[in-house]
């Protein structure tokens, strides 16, 4: 039966059709998201005056290393690159302690005054001041031209915290308890059955959290002027209207240095390699991890 | 008179006692709380300051103490040079991402659900929604490498294929602004927006496609007549999202980035939109009360998209978001 189906469906005109656009589409789609990133990654290992001349498009023609040597030779890249680093580390952890607590809190059925604390909530989703109001408050708090600026506005997100409220919510009742029967009080039971209990939603807020403190280069623009709190996200951002590179190289670099580098790359080819340093580490765990980030969307929709 | 005093005090006690029993959970809520008055409700006070003559150095107390201005400033923004060339430009971006961006993941959700190897629908769905994960920090480097006007990829293309004789300078000439913006919006978020109508598909009762063979049925009218009414719900709850987040730049939300990374001096008059502007005016000249002004004309036409687009969806399919 189920072969005949197949037998009349292959010999269909209307199927070969459909078949043909169909993947014809999903080519285009898949090489067009795709092959940016790989020229990207081709030109980046390329010698950046050999790559100026162009007609380089599926293998490096001059293959060297010069291009990341530079980035991670280069004082204001690497300090960049730290920024970046730590501030995804101590942000994305700190965010989801915050949140999560915040979260456990609510997710108590029984709260004393619980609907005022949701509806606080709900509001603050729906409404917002506006990007001024906003950084007059982050001047005012002494967070414009901080570090902190990158850890502490992003603690709570409402959304998050409401993805987290039903994931507690969906544990059973009982085992928290028992647990009190046991003269648990609610520090040890989040802490010893809660959170061990809830590593999916953990993982999904830790993976929006960590890509958002990686990509994000609008608070470096915005809240800060101090050259050492920049990212490596806004630095490409700087990469990208600057052409001299006299410039890019400067800071702790000689003359000589800039000399040799004359030779060997080009503002284009560092772009590259700083845009690969900024999309590898999300490239690397996205294979394994793209369950997660669909989880998000997921729950996201049946609300 | 007693008795009713007697009752008050004991309920009184016993929401103290309860709450004092609930001493871990109430400081871990009230936290958040706290955080939440701070970054989100003192902004939602300062909004006041549109009619007001605010200087940044007046702190918090600034918000009550600056004088009155009344519509000072909207005044001002309505008799702005740029007033027109903004909101044309505002409309334009943000009208072109609902016509294309919009319909682009239904589209390429019943696509993929054509593919009957689940592994080739898997791995290109997979890839399709990457770049949503990508910066436009990224996204706008890629975009400046490939529109080159001398080394990029797109000219070296063009210019072989003998399409066009001359490199165009795709990034310096105002004509081609709005449709690299809608482009590179279609091409970083439609595999993400995907996921959820390629759920609904998913969804659908698969006896009714089963049923629809039998009587004859093509694939092209299955997916007219089963397919996309199935999931008629999912694109009005999408749209309704969308039509709100207009002003933003529809579901990528990306207008603020594109115009503010690929816009330049050549361009300016296309790519200068509300939310840049409200950047440069309160920002960069430190003119926040001006600025303010503008982000809560913003904010007052989002909220009027919401509930109206949410109000039509209900009379028209019965379902809405609230």
């Known amino acids: 039966m189920r072969r005949m189906k197949r037998v009349r469906r292959i010999s269909s005109r209307e199927d070969i059709f459909v078949d043909t656009i169909v993947y014809i589409v999903i080519t285009f789609v898949f090489l067009v998201t795709l092959y940016p990133f790989y020229y990207s990654l081709v030109i980046s290992f390329n010698n950046g005056i050999d790559a100026a001349r162009g007609g380089i498009f599926l293998w490096p023609r001059q293959f060297t290393f010069d291009n990341y040597k530079a980035v991670f030779s280069n004082d204001q890249l690497l300090g960049a690159f730290f920024i970046s680093v730590s501030r995804t580390v101590i942000g994305t952890i700190a965010s989801l302690i915050a949140t999560s607590v915040f979260a456990y809190g609510l997710s108590h059925k029984k709260l004393l005054f619980r609907k ?32 902190l600026v990158y850890i502490i506005p992003s603690l709570i997100t409402a959304w998050y915290a409401i993805l987290f409220v039903n994931f507690f919510q969906s544990i059973p009742e009982a085992l928290k308890e028992s647990a009190k029967i046991d003269g648990a009080n609610d520090l040890v039971i989040f802490g010893k059955i ?26 470096t623009a915005f809240f800060t002027q101090n050259k050492r709190l920049r990212t ?61 980030f669909v989880k998000g969307i997921m729950v996201g929709s049946i609300k | 008179m007693k008795k009713l005093n007697y009752g008050g005090l004991t309920s009184r006690n016993k929401i103290w006692s309860t709450f004092k029993e609930q001493k871990y959970l109430q400081a871990f809520t009230l936290a958040g709380i706290v955080f939440l008055l701070i970054f989100a409700y003192i902004p939602m006070v300062g909004i006041i300051i549109a ?9 918090f107390a600034g918000f009550f103490t600056s004088k009155w201005v009344g519509f000072k400033y909207f005044k001002e923004f309505y008799n702005d040079v740029y007033f027109w060339p903004i909101i044309r430009n505002t409309m334009v971006l943000s009208l072109l991402k609902l016509v294309f961006t919009f319909p682009a993941p239904i589209i390429f959700a019943i696509i993929l659900n054509e593919v009957r190897n689940d592994k080739v629908k898997r791995v290109v769905q997979t890839v399709s ?15 400046f490498s490939f529109l080159n ?27 081609y602004f709005w449709a690299i913006c809608v482009l590179s919006d279609v091409w970083k978020e439609m595999g993400w927006w995907t996921i959820i109508f390629l759920a609904a598909i998913v969804g659908i009762d698969q006896e009714i496609y089963q049923a629809s063979i039998v009587d004859g049925a093509g694939r092209l009218q299955r997916i007219w007549y089963i397919t996309i009414p199935s999931i008629k719900e999912t694109i009005i709850v999408v749209l309704i999202l969308s039509l709100g987040s207009l002003l933003g730049g529809g579901l990528g939300g990306s207008n603020f980035e594109q115009a503010y990374l690929l816009g330049n001096t050549v361009n300016y008059n296309v790519s200068n939109i509300l939310q840049t502007y409200t950047m440069t005016v309160g920002l960069s000249k430190g003119r926040y009360s001006y600025a ?30 609230f």
Not at chain 1, 117 to 140: D, K
Not at chain 1, 237 to 264: E, F, P, Y
Not at chain 2, 51 to 59: A, I, N, R, V, W
């Open chain 1, 116 to 147: 005022f604390y949701f509806s606080l909530l709900i509001i603050s989703m729906y409404f917002t001041g506006g990007i001024i109001p906003y950084f007059i408050l982050l001047n005012n708090l002494k967070l414009t031209n901080s570090y």
């Open chain 1, 194 to 219: 809660i959170v061990p209990l809830s590593t999916p939603i953990f993982a999904t807020i830790a993976l929006y959290m960590g890509v958002y403190h990686w990509n994000d280069w609008y608070s």
């Open chain 2, 149 to 175: 006007q001398q080394t990029g990829l797109i000219n070296q293309l063009l210019v072989s294929l003998e399409i066009v004789d001359e490199p165009i300078s795709f990034l310096a000439d105002p004509k």
């Open chain 2, 51 to 59: 009619f007001k003559d605010y200087k940044l150095t007046s702190g």
């Open chain 2, 292 to 321: 303010a002004a503008m982000g809560l004309i913003q904010s007052v036409i989002s909220l009027i998209l919401v509930y109206s687009s949410n109000y039509i969806s209900k009379k028209i399919s019965g379902s809405g978001l």
């Open chain 2, 129 to 143: 929604y990457l770049p949503h994960f990508i910066s436009w920090a990224v996204v706008a480097g890629l975009l």
């Open chain 1, 232 to 292: 490596l996200a806004y630095i490409l951002i700087d990469l990208i209207n600057r052409s001299d590179l006299t410039s890019i190289l400067r800071g702790g670099t000689t003359q000589k240095d800039v000399a040799i580098a004359m030779q060997t790359f080009t503002p284009e080819t560092i772009r590259m390699a700083t845009m690969m340093v900024v999309v590898i580490p999300i490239v690397c765990v996205y294979p394994f991890l793209q369950k997660y």
